[in-house]
Each structure stands twice: as structure tokens, then as C-alpha cells.
């Protein structure tokens, strides 16, 4: 058992790390005609391989994580719809989120889309920037295998944490310096 370290992501790093998700995927010649995002942390993934693509993006909410810092995985819960402009969901569906860690939530997600999709659906692949060697569940495409399990820190965590009033107090601080 190897020592699990954390990894922290900058903005930078995470939007490159997008990019190439977004070359890997057209790399692979295979065409989709939807993106479904797992919110929350497959929010800025989807949004952005929406625009890349031009093609419709749909909005899962999903929940499994709790506890300070949100590092303890619960039970996984599903909205009770998705969120979209088109009135059914396309036949080729890219199921994005940021990562894979246990594989539960995109393992149990394909069968959710197949039943409250009112049309077949073809197919659908995954998509993922980190990939955990502890995942039950292999993405069909991923930027970073990780064999360690690392924690990833990504650069909107901080958000997490703060307040309305700790912010405004930040950015009334920072007006007062100027």
C-alpha cells in the first residue's frame, strides 16, 4: 500500500488538463451528440467541452460527498431530473464529470440516463480528468491515472470554505488597501 498524497490543482493546470480530455476524445474519431455533466464537480468540465464541441449540454446533480472538506463519500443521491433546452436527451451522450474515484456515481449514472431518457440512447461513453486506480468502474477516456488514490485539491475548494460575510469582508479589506 503505497502513501497516499494529496495533489493540489491550480487553474491553470485544471483548464489544460480539460483541453487535452477534449483532444483525447477527438482523437478517438468517436462523434456525440450530447454532453450530460455530473454537478457539481463536472460542472466546469461539461460547460467547457460544450463550447469546445458546440454540441447540447444536460445537467445531472448528483451528491455522495459531506463532512469538513467534503471528503467523507455518503450515499449517493440523484436529482429527480436533468436540466436541459432540448426535450430529450441526444442517442450518443458524453457522461462527463471531474473525476473517477470509487466508480459508484458514473457506474450507477448509465442506468439512470437509460431509464429517464424517452428516446434509446445508442451510446454513451465517459469522460473524466482523473482516473483512481481505486475506481470500480473504468472511464472510456482520462487525462491522469492515478495509482496512488491521491486527494485532489482543486482550485475552487477554497469556495467551500469561505463565507458571503468572510468574502465581503475580503473585498472590503482589499478596497480599503487600494
Not at 482543486?154 to 463565507?163: A, G
Request: aromatic fraction near 10%; hydrophobic fraction near 40%; charge should be negative.
Amino acid at each position: 500500500m503505497s502513501l497516499m498524497l494529496d495533489l493540489d490543482i491550480s487553474w491553470s493546470d485544471y483548464h489544460q488538463k480539460i483541453e487535452q480530455l477534449a483532444v483525447q476524445i477527438y482523437e478517438s474519431g468517436w462523434e456525440f451528440n450530447q454532453i450530460v455533466c455530473l454537478a457539481r464537480g463536472g460542472l466546469r468540465v461539461g460547460d467547457m467541452l460544450s463550447r469546445i464541441y458546440n454540441q447540447p449540454l444536460a445537467i445531472l446533480a448528483t451528491s455522495s460527498y459531506s463532512g469538513a472538506g467534503k471528503q467523507e463519500r455518503g450515499e449517493l443521491t440523484f436529482a429527480h431530473h436533468l436540466t436541459m433546452t432540448r426535450e430529450h436527451l441526444g442517442s450518443q451522450i458524453l457522461l462527463v464529470d471531474d473525476l473517477v474515484d470509487s466508480g459508484v456515481t458514473l457506474q450507477k449514472t448509465i442506468p439512470w440516463l437509460h431509464e429517464y431518457s424517452h428516446i434509446p440512447i445508442q451510446e454513451i461513453r465517459t469522460a473524466v480528468i482523473w482516473y483512481k486506480a481505486c475506481s470500480v468502474f473504468t472511464p472510456d477516456y482520462h487525462v491522469d491515472y492515478l495509482p496512488d488514490n491521491p486527494w485532489i485539491h482543486q482550485p475552487f475548494e477554497p469556495y467551500e470554505l469561505i463565507s458571503p460575510q468572510e468574502l465581503t469582508m475580503k473585498w472590503k479589506n482589499e478596497k480599503v488597501k487600494e
